[in-house]
């Protein structure tokens, strides 16, 4: 805020031509589930085809209704691709999607994917303030990516808040 000669008070952030984008926007609003397929394998590493059917036969898929399942295997198992995609055929009835990896790499790539298929063209000319402070966790790699897309049309990126922003990029 500052005030003109004749007193009256004046906030620079709001007349400034900054467009904020907070990435909050592009995280999954979905539950993201894990299965660590460990528990299906002989002996947590290996994998019998058998045994490893009969397990996904048993498990209980409606635990993951509605939600996104992260499946991942949290020992050094050598596994086919196929193991992972038996999985999904067993969960897709009852989930939205299904990504190998961890919930956190599930929560990046989603991130990503959003962000890659966002319209950064309405931004062409413009100085962007990526948003600093968030509600939900911003995972570093969505700051970059967002970077990598906004550099190919803006006139400056920065970080931050519109009253305290560190610059990053400038055309």
Known sequence: MSTTDNGTIVNKVAKSKLVTVDLQQFTPDEDI???????????????KEKEYRQHLENH?????????????????AILAPWSFML???????????????TKEEAYLRLTEHRILNHDWTQYAGKRVLLKGCSDKSIPHAAYTQALMQLKKHVD?????????FVPVYKR
């Open 60 to 76: 209980d898929w409606d635990q993951y209704e509605g939600k996104i399942l992260a499946v991942y295997c949290s020992t050094d």
């Open 87 to 101: 999985v999904a055929d067993h969960a897709m009835e009852k989930t939205s999607d299904v990504l190998v990896g």
């Open 33 to 47: 589930a894990e299965l660590d397929i460990k528990d299906f394998l002989h002996m947590e590493l290996m994998l």
């Open 156 to 164: 400056r990126v920065m970080y931050g808040e519109a009253c305290s």
